[in-house]
């Protein structure tokens, strides 16, 4: 995996390597070495260089002085009239080089299409809205076609939650420093770093609490030649009502999923009425009628537990609607079943209104909410990552909570791990029930933090290679399941 940090940890290593006697003049020109290399594949005629009163805008200083010592064109545009030493200094350095610098506060100079802008305005410990004549900078900057650079995080997100503090700049290239800021990766980060490009500054960071994962991490157990399906696990999923006709048929494609990620058996339990829905639909899974009620399924711990019977996984939520007895089912089975619950869509709604339901659980348990379904069942403080916001709820409830957005935050209360596989092509009805499907097929014979982690990715896999073929508009749930 991939080692991402929080600000708190990035500074703490920072002062050690100051306290074991790094100059920090020093690290800034390593700093300005690495922007200058990522600066000089751009083409550009000038140089636009935006930059705050602190480290960060010394860093970008930095960088204009070998630019212009390289013969480059260059400009400096000063964003504040607080400025640290490092700044001031590189400040007299470049007007002996005859570099104009000018102030924001009197005009925003002018950038065009010929131009890189490198900003260096803010830096890792911004906090605040961005108001005034630095938030119409940024708007210029985003609007003037120039290529940006950024310099350790694009000025305006938060370095830690990946928030917008009320206008960001969108970069082309991010080159932040020593590692990866989850503020990059999570929240509306994704939207602003454009490519991001870790350069070793020599401070040393500790061993990552986080980590993206990669393609190495999700490696699966080979076959054994001499096997049946009844060796790889029988996943069923608990589905539809005649409310939500079009998410009940979208079940089918989570049923696909899991024999796609390589289940033995697929069992579909629906509402009885709705049994032709499903008759003329289902080929490769099989179908379970529960009792119900004018399509709404019914409590009946009979009927639970021969879907408990044989089952390695159970997946429930799809298009079930609003339904009082659905949080008796989660109720019931998280206290009975031994294999792996993975609750979804209206499941998860049911779960909002009582999270007691899955205390003490006997069953393997993993969530599967969106951003919304999790603002539901956790508190919502944007001050708070959501690596932190989904670890603590997954420690609360003894679970994995793997919360879906761009970037999938997946936890079990200690470890975290984020997926960055995917594409806006997956934004579409359907996707969530075949990742679903995924992790209750992966489940088999794997912990449920690895099942998550494994389906994340291959999910997002599949979903990019369905984009390649049907475009970013176009993409289907069931194109994705063909993918897999």
């Known amino acids: 995996m991939i080692g991402v940090y929080s600000v708190s940890e990035i500074r703490e290593s920072e002062r050690r390597a100051i306290d074991c006697g790094e100059n920090e003049d020093a690290l800034i020109e390593r700093a ?45 545009a000063t964003c504040s009239d607080k400025r640290n030493g490092y700044v001031e200094a590189r400040l007299s350095k470049l ?3 005859g570099v ?7 005009d ?17 410990g911004l906090n605040a809205e961005v108001r005034g004549a630095v938030a119409e900078t940024m708007k210029k900057i985003n609007a003037s076609g120039a290529s940006v650079l950024s310099v350790d995080v694009p000025s305006g997100l938060n370095a830690d939650t990946g928030k917008v503090m009320s206008m960001a700049i969108e970069a082309d290239v991010t080159v932040t420093f020593s590692g ?20 070793d500054i020599g401070i040393g960071l500790p061993e990552p609490g986080i980590g993206i994962t990669e393609k190495e991490d999700v490696t699966l157990t080979k076959r054994k030649t001499v096997s049946n399906k009844g060796n790889y696990g029988n996943v069923k999923i608990i589905a539809g009502s005649p409310t939500m006709i079009g998410a009940s048929l979208l079940a089918h494609e989570s049923a696909c999923a899991s024999l796609r990620s390589g289940c033995g058996y697929a069992v579909l339990c629906v509402p009885e009425s709705l ?15 529960l009792p119900d009620d004018n399509g709404k399924i019914l409590y009946d711990e009979r009927v639970l537990d021969k879907i408990m019977t044989k089952a390695s996984c159970i997946v429930i939520g799809m298009g079930l609607g609003v339904n009082a007895d659905v949080i008796k089912i989660i109720r019931y089975l998280a206290a009975n079943f031994e294999g792996t619950l993975v609750i979804d869509g209206d499941g998860l709604n049911a779960l909002a209104s009582d999270l007691n339901a899955v205390e003490d659980h006997k069953c393997g348990l993993i969530l599967t909410p969106h951003v919304a ?31 879906k957005s761009a970037t999938t935050v997946i936890s079990d209360g200690k470890r975290i791990a984020l997926n960055i596989t995917g594409t806006p092509a997956m934004a579409k009805a359907g996707s969530g029930d075949v990742l679903a499907g995924m992790i209750g097929a992966l489940s088999v014979g794997a912990d449920p933090f690895a099942a998550a982690v494994r389906a994340c990715y291959f999910f997002g896999k599949a979903g990019s290679r369905a984009a390649t073929i049907r475009g970013e508009y176009s993409v289907l749930a069931s194109d994705i399941v063909l993918l897999l």
């Open 108 to 124: 925003i100079p002018p950038i065009s299409r010929k131009n890189l802008v490198i900003d260096g305005i803010f830096g890792i």
């Open 100 to 106: 104009k610098v000018q102030s924001i506060m009197c």
């Open 95 to 97: 007007a002996e080089c």
């Open 180 to 199: 990866i800021k989850q503020g990059l990766i999570i929240g509306e980060g994704r939207n602003h770093t454009g490519k991001i490009v870790v350069a």
């Open 275 to 289: 049994a032709s829905v499903y008759q003329s639909r289902v080929k490769e899974e099989m179908l379970f009628f």
């Open 373 to 403: 379904e999790f603002m539901r069942l956790s508190a919502d403080d944007g001050l708070i990552p959501d690596t932190e916001r989904t670890r603590a709820l997954a420690e609360r409830l003894d679970a994995v909570i793997a919360m």
């Open 32 to 76: 300005a070495t690495k922007l200058f290399d990522e600066a000089m594949k751009f083409e550009f005629d000038e140089a636009v260089v935006f930059v705050g009163g602190g480290n960060n805008g010394s860093d970008a200083l930095s960088v204009a002085l070998l630019l212009s010592r390289a013969g480059r064109k260059v400009r400096v």
